[in-house]
């Protein structure tokens, strides 16, 4: 199965257009305390290694999706 150039951009264009809601969510959960989680929340007072595990996975996930579209869009072949 061969997979053509435009499908690789519209990937790598829907994979960084999530990254800013990725960076919003973490920011505003580091101000506010509190990170999403399904229908719930994380609460930094209430389970401190929860919250810092939860922001590290938010920061793991911005920074793949920003390493997957990059490579889609420019073709760098990082893989």
Same mark, same amino acid.
């Given at each position: 199965? =061969? =997979? ?5 951009? #519209?990937?790598? %264009? ?6 800013? *809601?990725?960076? *919003?969510?973490? %920011?505003?959960? *580091?101000? $506010? ?12 007072? $209430? ?6 595990? #939860? #922001? ?21 072949? #990082?893989?």
């Amino acid at each position: 199965m =061969t =997979t053509f150039r435009s499908e690789e951009a #519209l990937v790598g %264009l829907l994979s960084l257009a999530v990254v800013p *809601w990725i960076g *919003w969510t973490v %920011l505003r959960g *580091w101000r $506010e305390g509190r990170l999403p989680i399904g229908r719930g929340h994380v609460a930094r007072a $209430e389970r401190p290694t929860a919250f810092d595990l #939860l #922001l590290a996975a938010y920061v793991v996930g911005g920074l793949a999706m920003t390493f997957i579209g990059a490579d889609l869009l420019f073709g760098a072949s #990082l893989r």
